[in-house]
């Protein structure tokens, strides 16, 4: 969003600039952070990002297959 672009520093930059990987990983986890979603269960992440739980099978296996990557069991 803009407003990740802002806070980024990068205000009136085109919102493609948060295509490139390391500029949409911050903007993610500056959305994160803002959002207030640290330490929340996915599900309940899931549905203050999206509103519900569309696609929450697949972003289950996706964060199991990432808590692997990080050295924590899920």
Do not use: M
């Not at 549905?47 to 924590?72: C, D, M, P, S």
Request: net charge positive.
């Amino acid at each position: 969003t803009e407003a990740a672009l802002v806070a980024l520093g990068l205000e009136g930059s085109n919102l493609s600039y948060l295509d490139d990987f390391q500029t949409g990983l911050l903007g993610a986890v500056w959305y994160w952070n803002t959002r207030g979603l640290k330490g929340l269960p996915l599900r309940q992440c899931t549905i203050r990002i999206n509103g519900g739980l569309n696609g929450i099978i697949q972003r289950t296996i996706y964060y199991n297959k990432a808590l692997k990557v990080l050295g924590e069991v899920p």
